[in-house]
C-alpha cells in the first residue's frame, strides 16, 4: 500500500522532468537568435560604457595637464611683468662653431640656448636670465606628471629655456638639432602666438619623434605684450599606457586613437597592425563623423566598431570587435545554459523527494516553536535585565495566558530604565558643573599669569629705554657743561667762542632731536589720537613723495598705474617712507642708487625700498626695529642717530594695519618690504 502510494506520488513527477527537458530544448532553439541580438546589444553597451570611460580618463589626465600648464603660464606672465631677477644666479652661454649658443650646466636644473641667426643681445640675455625663476615650476610639473617628456619657455626669437637639461651639442651630432632651426616658425609655437591669452594649442613637434604632441600656450606681459611660449611636449606610449594595455575579452578585438584636426591615426594596441592598412582615408573619416555603433567589413572580417570623442582635443577612440566572436561566445553560452539547466532540474527533482519528507519534520518543528515562543522571550527579557540592559520589552503575545504577565514585565522594565537614565542625567549634569568651575578657574589663572608676564617686560622695556636715554643724553650734556664751564673760566680766547657756542648748539640740537624722538614713538605706541586717517589715490600719494624725492638723482621711483584706494595719514606714511629713504642713503657710498618701487595685488598695495650699500649683519636683523638699537654699537660712531627712526617706522606701519619686512645681505645692500592694506567700497583688507 505504501508503495503502491509512493509510486502514484512520483510518476507525475517523472513525467513533468521529461516535458520540461524537451520544452526547454525546443524554447532555447527558437529564441536562439533573439538572444543572440539582446546579448550582442548588451556586449556593445558594455563596450560603450567602458570606451566612455576610457575617454573620460584621457580627458582628466589632459584637463590636469592643461591645468598644470596654466599655472606655468600665470607664473611665467608674473615673471615677466616683474623687474625681479634671480639670485646667485649667472648665463654661462657658450658659443659652438655653428654660431649657436647653449649653457652646459651640472644638475637637475634647466639650461637655455639660441639658434645660430640669433645675435646674443641684452634684451636676450636678461630674458634668459629672468626664465631662470621658472625652472621650480618646470621641476614640479615634470616630477608630478610622468607622461611629460619636457617643458621648455620659448622666446619670440629662436631663443629657449628647457626642462630637463637638453645637451644640444650631444643632439646636434645625432641630427637630432640643427643649430640654424627657427622655432618660433614651427606649428607648436606660431598657433600659441596667434592664440588668445590663457588659451592653449595642441600640436604635433614638427620634424621630432611622431610619438610625441605638444600643448603650448602664449605669455604676455602686463597682460598685452606678448613675449614667448610655454610648451609641453607628452609621451603618447605614457600618457596612453592604461589605453594601450587594456584587454578585451574578445581575443582579436583592439583599440586605436584618431587625432584632430589631421585625422591620423596616432597610437595603436599590438593587434591593430594586421588591419592598419585598411583604414584609409574615407574609413577614417566616416568613423570620425559617426557616435554611433557601425557595422563594417575590415580586412574580409565584419567588424563592430564603436567611437568616442575625446572633448579635450577633438581626438577620437576606436574600438574595433569582431562580431563572430561576440556570437561565437553568446551560442557557448546557450549551451552551457542548456547543460546546466538540465543538470540543475535533475537535482532539483532528487532533491523533491526529499523535501517532501523534510517538509512533515519542519511542519512538527514549527507547531513546537510557536507554542514555545512565549517561554523563551520571557527568559530572554530576565537575562537582558540581569545583563544592565533595561531598555528591554517583550512583544505582546497571542496566548491570552501569558498577555498580563508581559504587560507587567514591560511597566517594571520601563520603570526600572527610568530611575537609571535620571541617575545618569543627575550625574552627567554634576560632572558639567565641576568641569565648567576648573574651566573657569584655568582661565583665570592663564590671565593673571599673561598679565603678570606683560607687567614684567614692560618693566624691563622701561628700565631698558630710561638706560639708552640716559646714556644718549650724558655724553652731550657733559660736553655742553664742559664748553659752558671753560668759556665763564675764560679758558677759551674771545675769537673761539663762536666756534665753541656752534658746538654747543650742535649738542643741544642732538639732545632735542632724541626727545622728539622719545615723545613721538611714545605718542604713536599709545596712540593717543595723533592719526588723521583719510582716504587718498594712492597714486597721487606716491607721486607726491617722488615729488619730495626728485631732487637727489640716485633716488628712482616706480609706481604701478592705477593703484586701488588707501586709507591713511599722509603725513606720518610719508614720515615712515623718507625714514627709509634716509636709513638707505646713511648706510651707502655715495652714488650709490636706491630704488623704490610701488605695486598692488587683490588685497594689499606693497612697497619696497632697495638699497645696494653695507647691508646689515645677518645677526642684527631680527633687532633692527627696537628702540634705540644700532647695527653700529658705539655711540660715537660717524653716522649720526639715536636708533629710533626705524621704531617710529614700524608703529606708524602696524598703525596703518599693515606689517614691514627686511632682507639684507653685507656688501649687497638693504631691501625693506611695507604691505599696506587697501581700502575698497569701504571694505579694508587686513593683512
Known amino acids: 500500500m505504501l508503495g503502491t502510494f509512493l509510486l502514484l506520488s512520483i510518476c507525475p513527477l517523472i513525467f513533468i522532468f ?76 657658450q658659443k659652438e662653431k655653428e654660431g649657436y649658443y647653449w649653457e652646459d650646466i651640472k644638475g637637475d636644473v634647466s639650461n637655455v640656448g639660441m639658434s645660430s641667426p640669433l645675435e646674443l643681445t641684452k634684451d636676450i640675455k636678461y630674458k634668459l636670465l629672468k626664465s631662470k625663476l621658472l625652472e621650480k615650476e618646470f621641476i614640479q610639473i615634470y616630477n608630478q606628471e610622468k607622461s611629460i617628456s619636457r617643458i621648455y619657455y620659448m622666446g619670440t626669437q629662436s631663443y629657449w629655456r628647457i626642462y630637463p637639461k637638453e645637451n644640444v651639442k650631444e643632439s646636434r651630432e645625432k641630427g637630432r638639432y640643427k643649430p640654424y632651426y627657427d622655432f618660433t616658425t614651427w606649428p607648436f609655437y606660431t598657433l600659441a602666438a596667434s592664440a588668445k591669452r590663457n588659451h592653449e594649442v595642441w600640436t604635433k613637434p614638427s620634424n621630432e619623434v611622431d610619438n610625441m604632441f605638444t600643448l603650448s600656450m602664449p605669455i604676455f606681459e602686463n597682460k598685452s605684450d606678448f613675449k614667448g611660449v610655454i610648451g609641453v611636449d607628452i609621451s603618447v606610449p605614457k600618457f596612453l599606457d592604461k589605453f594601450l594595455n587594456f584587454r578585451f575579452k574578445e581575443p582579436s578585438a583592439y583599440a586605436i586613437l584618431i587625432s584632430s584636426p589631421d585625422h591620423k591615426i596616432i597610437a595603436s594596441q599590438q593587434k591593430a597592425q594586421k588591419d592598419l592598412r585598411y583604414f584609409t582615408t574615407n574609413v577614417i573619416q566616416k568613423l570620425y563623423d559617426s557616435e554611433q555603433p557601425l557595422f563594417m567589413k575590415i580586412n574580409h572580417s565584419e567588424k563592430i566598431i564603436l567611437v568616442s570623442t575625446v572633448k579635450e582635443t577633438n581626438g577620437k577612440i576606436v574600438y574595433v570587435i569582431p562580431k563572430k566572436e561576440i556570437i561565437s561566445s553568446v551560442k557557448s553560452s546557450i549551451e552551457n545554459q542548456l547543460g546546466t539547466y538540465i543538470r540543475t532540474f535533475t537535482i532539483q527533482f532528487i532533491c523533491l523527494l526529499i523535501t517532501i519528507i523534510c517538509i512533515l519534520v519542519a511542519v512538527t518543528f514549527m507547531i513546537w516553536k510557536h507554542y514555545s515562543k512565549p517561554f523563551n522571550e520571557v527568559l530572554q527579557g530576565i537575562s537582558s535585565i540581569s545583563s544592565e540592559k533595561f531598555q528591554v520589552r517583550i512583544k505582546d503575545q497571542r496566548l491570552e495566558e501569558f498577555q498580563l504577565f508581559t504587560q507587567s514585565f514591560n511597566m517594571m522594565a520601563k520603570k526600572i530604565d527610568d530611575l537609571i537614565t535620571n541617575y545618569k542625567l543627575l550625574n552627567l549634569y554634576l560632572e558639567e558643573k565641576v568641569s565648567d568651575r576648573t574651566t573657569k578657574l584655568y582661565i583665570a589663572n592663564e590671565t593673571l599669569k599673561q598679565t603678570n608676564d606683560k607687567l614684567i617686560t614692560m618693566e624691563k622695556t622701561r628700565r631698558a629705554m630710561f638706560a639708552n636715554i640716559a646714556h644718549d643724553l650724558k655724553t652731550p650734556i657733559t660736553v655742553v657743561l664742559g664748553y659752558i664751564e671753560a668759556i665763564n673760566d675764560k679758558m677759551i680766547n674771545t675769537e673761539q667762542i663762536d666756534e665753541y657756542l656752534h658746538r654747543i648748539h650742535k649738542h643741544l640740537h642732538s639732545i632735542n632731536n632724541l626727545v622728539k624722538g622719545v615723545y613721538e614713538l611714545n605718542h604713536v605706541e599709545m596712540s593717543e589720537q595723533v592719526f588723521h586717517y583719510q582716504i587718498v589715490q594712492a597714486n597721487e600719494f606716491f607721486m607726491h613723495v617722488e615729488d619730495l624725492l626728485k631732487h637727489d638723482s640716485n633716488i628712482h621711483v616706480y609706481v604701478e598705474e592705477k593703484l586701488p584706494s588707501l586709507k591713511i595719514d599722509i603725513k606720518y606714511l610719508e614720515r615712515a617712507i623718507l625714514n627709509l629713504v634716509e636709513n638707505s642713503i646713511k648706510y651707502s657710498n655715495s652714488n650709490t642708487p636706491i630704488v623704490i618701487n610701488v605695486s598692488s595685488d587683490r588685497t594689499q598695495i606693497v612697497v619696497s625700498v632697495r638699497d645696494y650699500g653695507w647691508g646689515i649683519p645677518h645677526e642684527d636683523l631680527p633687532y633692527i626695529f627696537d628702540r634705540f638699537y644700532r647695527v653700529d654699537r658705539a655711540r660715537n660712531s660717524s653716522k649720526a642717530g639715536n636708533g629710533l627712526g626705524l621704531s617710529i617706522v614700524k608703529e606708524i606701519i602696524y598703525a596703518h594695519g599693515g606689517i614691514i619686512e627686511v632682507q639684507s645681505e653685507l656688501e649687497k645692500g638693504t631691501e625693506f618690504v611695507i604691505k599696506l592694506p587697501i581700502y575698497d567700497d569701504e571694505r579694508v583688507y587686513v593683512l
Do not use: C, M, W
Request: net charge negative; proline share 3%.
Open 18 to 93: 521529461f516535458f520540461a527537458i524537451y520544452s526547454s530544448e525546443k524554447a532555447l532553439s527558437i529564441s536562439g537568435n533573439r538572444i543572440n541580438n539582446i546579448l550582442l546589444d548588451y556586449v556593445i553597451f558594455l563596450h560603450r560604457e567602458n570606451l566612455t570611460k576610457q575617454t573620460e580618463i584621457i580627458n582628466e589626465k589632459i584637463s590636469s595637464i592643461k591645468k598644470q600648464v596654466h599655472v606655468v603660464q600665470a607664473e611665467a606672465e608674473d615673471v615677466f611683468s616683474n623687474p625681479l631677477l634671480p639670485k646667485d644666479y649667472h648665463l654661462s652661454l
